[in-house]
């Protein structure tokens, strides 16, 4: 008897489930990999397919006000104008609910972030970030992207002590503490990167930077360049 599979059993295609799993535990796998175009279609994909005849997408990993916090905080990374709509018009919000859902480690990136943004600003405004006022919410999303700058990261690690020729051996101790806004910078982080990748791998988002697509389009990465103008073009993109 055979010790291997029989060769249809190899070649078995994966679910729809099963794709969304891959996709969701290499995006943590790889960080900050380019995120290929198959992989965004087949999300919108699962989506669309999700809706139904309803039209309308029921999440599969936020609970309500998470999932009303997520579209929201989308809105404002991409907003609407005159040239095209915004990461929710886009189907942002039901591409990281989808693969939140198939992935541990994203969904307790997102889900620890929302209960850190509402903490945040029920702290500073008295209430949850949905229900702020927009100028306190780009408040908060301009602070997070401030705090997240690469040059103002390098400037605090030379705050340390090992930093000094005198402290050597005593690199993981600093002289100022830890700012109370690194939990939500990683979060936010994340959800640019991915409200970006949704946006930018939908037909309008497609449309909106003229990519011609072809019958190799599986091979289509969103290029660095776009996610840049994308984060150029929101007013939390930093510097």
């Known amino acids: 008897m055979s010790e291997h599979p029989p060769e249809s059993e190899i070649r078995r295609p994966l679910t729809r489930r099963q794709m969304l799993e891959k996709i969701a535990l290499a995006l943590t796998a790889t960080g900050a990999a380019p995120f290929e175009f198959a992989w965004g279609e087949h999300v919108h994909q699962a989506a669309r397919e ?4 309803t039209g309308a997408y029921q999440p599969k990993l936020f609970k309500p006000h998470e999932y009303r916090t997520i579209r929201r905080l989308a809105e404002l990374i991409i907003p609407a104008d005159e040239h095209s709509g915004s990461a929710v018009d886009g189907g942002a919000p039901e591409f990281i609910d989808l693969l939140c859902s198939q992935n541990p480690e994203l969904a307790d990136i997102y889900t620890g972030g ?6 945040q ?9 949905v229900d702020a006022t927009e100028a306190q919410q780009a408040s908060l999303l301009d602070r997070l992207v401030e705090e997240g700058d690469p040059e103002k990261m390098e400037a605090a690690r030379a705050t340390r002590y090992g930093a000094s ?16 806004l690194a939990p939500g910078v990683r979060f936010f982080e994340w959800l640019r990167k991915m409200t970006v990748d949704a946006f930018y791998t939908s037909p309008i988002g497609i449309e909106d930077v003229g990519y011609q697509g072809n019958r190799a389009v599986g091979q289509y990465e969103v290029p660095e360049s776009i996610i840049q103008e994308a984060l150029r073009r929101s007013p939390f993109g930093g510097a």
């Open 50 to 53: 999700e809706k139904g005849e």
């Open 114 to 119: 929302l209960l850190w943004l509402d903490a």
């Open 165 to 180: 020729e005198d402290y050597q051996g005593f690199s993981t101790y600093r002289i100022d503490p830890v700012s109370d």
């Open 121 to 129: 600003t029920r702290r500073q405004h008295g209430a949850t970030f």
